[in-house]
């Protein structure tokens, strides 16, 4: 008998591996002559030479199954082993949904729901530099880490790093209870309910310890060099223009850019000018950057937010010429 050591990557093994093994225990019996064991994030195979490559077939096909759609079920092992070696990866055993953009945690599908959030992925595709503005509830942030995402998942990057300025509806940070890291979280929720719709929580809390996702304050972002990474400004209405440009000329070689803000939700104190604002005017005219315009049409939210949102800019609208 020989030996083979397959290590699992991107994978939550409680899901892999099924509830008390049995995916495993249903591969296993379909191999009674080889020996199938699971540690840590590595399964080993004892057999002979034909069963342990016709086992890490299925073992790879179930890898990609799972990253496609982040769950295994037993039916998915049975699936496999039904089919002959020339057709292990075919199509019937992974059906596919043309629609999907990214496979989620716990199989959640991704799309994008709307023709500028699709016009959000055109344009980091042809662009390092993106900007994408529009009103709350248009799927800006979601958008932006979803195509994050996919790319750290086919490792178009090493590292995704997220920040936003923690300047929120006049709160000052020093009055809330906790260390840095307590009071600071609450502003980057939005982060990371996104992201756990995305990543399974065990895998999710591994790339944040090893520092592969990164979540931090703006302020975090000064006097480095951000290479081979995506990295996504939030509320960037809310930044002064200084620190736009710092966090713009942050970026170093194989990165992408993508800076979301609603110029419509400016947190900042009374007379102070947001950066996102001038950021647009200065730099429209750079072709190498890529601007979206969302609006109501493209808000995802209760039905009623775009009816709000449309009542606000008709009131905007109105005044304009008062002021």
Do not use: W
Not at 104 to 129: E, F, P
Request: proline letters at 5%.
């Amino acid at each position: 008998m020989i030996e083979k050591t397959i290590t699992l990557d991107e994978i939550s093994l409680v899901d892999f591996l099924g509830v008390e093994n049995t995916n495993i225990r249903e591969l296993s019996a379909a191999f009674p002559m080889s020996k199938i064991i699971s540690r840590g994030n590595e399964i080993t195979i004892r057999g002979t030479s034909a069963e342990i490559n016709r086992i890490t077939e299925i073992l790879e096909s179930l890898q990609q199954h799972y990253l496609r759609f982040g769950k295994i079920t037993s039916d998915n092992v049975k699936n496999y082993l039904g089919n002959t070696e020339e057709e292990s990866s075919a199509p019937q055993a992974v059906p596919m949904d043309d629609d999907a953009f990214l496979y989620g945690n716990k199989g959640i599908v991704i799309r994008m729901k709307t023709a500028n959030q699709l016009a959000m992925v055109d344009a980091v595709a042809k662009h390092d530099i993106v900007f994408a503005v529009g009103p709350a509830g248009t799927g800006k942030t979601y958008t932006a880490v979803a195509i994050a995402v996919k790319a750290l998942k086919n490792k178009e990057v090493r590292k995704i790093i997220i920040t936003r300025p923690a300047v929120e509806a006049g709160e000052n940070l020093g009055f809330l209870p906790g260390d840095l890291k307590e009071k600071i979280d609450p502003y980057l929720r939005p982060i990371y309910d996104a992201l756990d719709d995305m990543i399974p929580a065990e895998k999710l809390k591994l790339y944040i310890e090893n520092r592969t996702i990164e979540i931090a304050p703006l302020a975090y972002m000064r006097g480095r060099t951000l290479n081979h990474a995506f990295i996504l400004l939030d509320e960037a209405q809310n930044t002064t223009p200084m620190q736009l440009k710092m966090f713009l000329t942050r970026m170093g070689p194989n990165s992408k850019t993508i800076i979301t803000g609603d110029r419509t939700q400016v947190d900042l104190p009374t007379k102070m000018k947001s950066g996102l604002s001038e950021a647009l005017n200065i730099l429209k005219d750079i072709p190498e950057i890529g601007f979206v315009q969302l609006d109501g049409r493209d808000v995802v939210r209760h039905k009623l937010v775009r009816l709000i949102i449309e009542a606000y800019e008709k009131a905007e609208a109105q005044n304009e010429p008062k002021r």
